[in-house]
C-alpha cells in the first residue's frame, strides 16, 4: 500500500523504493542515486551499485508541469512505458530493457544505456554515426507497418487506437509544431529581433503556407495509421559505434508514419546547417548529406519489401493501392519535415544545433536557410520523390543571398 499514492521521488526515496520493488541490487549493497532529467514533466534518476557499478534508470512522471506547476494527465507515461515494452517485442536491438512498471506512482525502470551517447550532441562534435541510416529506417519500418491496418486485425487496430489516445501530448505538437510557429496566437514564439520581419513575411503573412499547414495539422490528428514514436528528434536518439537505442515515447499515438520519418530528417537538417555554418570536416558533412538522402530511399525499399511480405487485408494486396500508400506517407514525410524545422527556429522549444551557433550574424542566416528549407518542403510535399531532392532543396536555397 505503501507506493498506491503517487508522490515525487527524491534521491533517497528512490533508493529504498527500488529495494523494496525489485530484485536487481543485492540487499546488502550500497547504492547511490543522482537525478539526470532535463525535460519539464518527468524526472530520471540513476541508481548506482558503489561496488559492482551495476546501475538502472527510473523514469518518473510527475502530475504537475515542472515549469508552470499546471496539472498533467498521467497516460502520457502508461504509453512510454507500453510502448517500450512493445519495441522490446518487434525492435529489441533499438530500445533499453524494461524491468518494471509502476502505473501508481507513474515510474518506469528500466536499462541504464549510459554507453550510449546523445545522437545530437555527437553530431554536433562532427562524429560519423556509421549504419545511422539503415538502423533508423529499420527501426521506423519494423515499429510501425505491423501497426497499420495493412497487416493488423482491424478490431485489435481500432482497440490499440483507443488504448494509445494521447490527447495532452498531441495537443502539444498540434499547438507548438503545426500551429504557433505560423501565427504566433499565443505569443509564445522566440524569434531573433534580426529576424522578426524576415519571419513575419515567410510564414504569419503566407495565407497559402498556412492553409497547406492546416491540411497538415489534419492529418496529424485524423490520419490513424499507426503506432508512431511522436517525438523522434535527435536527442531522443542514442548511439555507440554502429548502434543505436531510442527513448522517450511519451508522444506516442496513432499518427501518420510520415510525422516519425520527417521528424528525424528535420534534425539531422540542423546538425547540417551547424556543420555548413560552422565549416566543419568536409567528410562528415558529405556523410550527414548522404545520410538524409539515404534515409528516405532506405526507407522505401524497406517499407514497400515489408508491405509485400506481410499484407494481409484482400484490398490491400494490391501493388497500385500500395504505392499510393507509400507516397502518402512521403508527402507527410515532407511535410512534417518542413513544420519541425520552422518550429525549431520561431517556436520556443529550439535546438542547440541552432542556439549554440555563436555569431549572431551567422546564426540570422542559418535560422532563415532553414525557414526557407522547411516552406519549401511543406508547399512542394508532392514532388519530393527521392532523398536527393532533400538534399538538393537545401543546396540550393544555401546559395541565396540571406545578407539583407
Ligand atoms: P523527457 O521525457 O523528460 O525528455 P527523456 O526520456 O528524454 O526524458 O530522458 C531525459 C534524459 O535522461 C535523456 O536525455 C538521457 O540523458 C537520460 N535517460 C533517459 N532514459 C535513459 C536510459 N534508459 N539510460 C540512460 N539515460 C537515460
Ligand atoms: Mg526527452
Known amino acids: 500500500m505503501k507506493y498506491s499514492q503517487h508522490f515525487l521521488f527524491n534521491t533517497e526515496t528512490i533508493i529504498t523504493y527500488v529495494r523494496e520493488k525489485l530484485n536487481i541490487f543485492k540487499n546488502n549493497s550500497k547504492l547511490q542515486a543522482e537525478e539526470i532529467g532535463d525535460g519539464n514533466i518527468n524526472y530520471v534518476f540513476r541508481i548506482r551499485d558503489v561496488n559492482s557499478n551495476k546501475t538502472i534508470i527510473i523514469k518518473q512522471a510527475d ?80 515499429s510501425t507497418l505491423i501497426t497499420t491496418d495493412i497487416v493488423m486485425d482491424s478490431f485489435v487496430k481500432k482497440d490499440n487506437v483507443s488504448k ?66 511522436g517525438d523522434l528528434h535527435t536527442g531522443s536518439i542514442f548511439v555507440k559505434g554502429d548502434k543505436i537505442k531510442i527513448i522517450d515515447p511519451e508522444f506516442a499515438f496513432y499518427g501518420p508514419i510520415g510525422y516519425d520519418l520527417g521528424c528525424v530528417v528535420a534534425n539531422l537538417f540542423f546538425s547540417l546547417v551547424n556543420a555548413y555554418i560552422n565549416n566543419k570536416n568536409v567528410n562528415f558533412i558529405n556523410w550527414l548529406e548522404r545520410t538524409i538522402a539515404e534515409i528516405i530511399d532506405f526507407f522505401k525499399i524497406k517499407f514497400l519489401r515489408k508491405y509485400q511480405e506481410n499484407v494481409l487485408d484482400i484490398s490491400f494486396k494490391n501493388v497500385k493501392f500500395m504505392n499510393w500508400y507509400y507516397d502518402n506517407i512521403l508527402k507527410d514525410t515532407a511535410g512534417c519535415c518542413g513544420c519541425e524545422l520552422i518550429r525549431r527556429v520561431v517556436g520556443d522549444s529550439k535546438v542547440i544545433d541552432i542556439t549554440n551557433i555563436g555569431d549572431i550574424n551567422k546564426r540570422i542566416i542559418a535560422e532563415r536557410i532553414l525557414i526557407k528549407c522547411g516552406k519549401t518542403f511543406i508547399l512542394e510535399r508532392n514532388n519530393l520523390k527521392n532523398g536527393s531532392d532533400y538534399v538538393e532543396i537545401l543546396s540550393n536555397i544555401k546559395k541565396e543571398d540571406f545578407s539583407s
Do not use: W
Open 63 to 142: 502530475k504537475l508541469l515542472r515549469s508552470s506547476s499546471r496539472p498533467i494527465e498521467s497516460k502520457h507515461n502508461y504509453i512510454e512505458a507500453n510502448v517500450l515494452r512493445l519495441y522490446g517485442e518487434v525492435v529489441k536491438d533499438y530500445v533499453p530493457k524494461i524491468y518494471y512498471y509502476d502505473p501508481n506512482m507513474l515510474a518506469i525502470i528500466m536499462e541504464d544505456i549510459r554507453d550510449f551517447k546523445n545522437l545530437r550532441l555527437t553530431l554536433l562534435n562532427g562524429k560519423i554515426v556509421s549504419k545511422f541510416a539503415d538502423n533508423i529506417t529499420s527501426f521506423i519500418v519494423n
Open 164 to 229: 494509445y489516445v494521447n490527447k495532452e501530448m498531441c495537443k502539444i505538437t498540434e499547438d507548438l509544431v503545426f500551429a504557433e510557429p505560423f501565427s504566433n496566437y499565443k505569443n509564445r514564439n522566440i524569434v531573433l529581433k534580426d529576424n522578426l520581419t524576415f519571419i513575419e513575411k515567410e510564414l504569419y503573412k503566407d495565407t497559402n503556407l498556412i492553409y497547406e499547414v492546416a491540411k497538415l495539422k489534419d492529418s496529424f490528428m485524423n490520419n490513424s495509421q499507426a503506432l508512431i514514436h
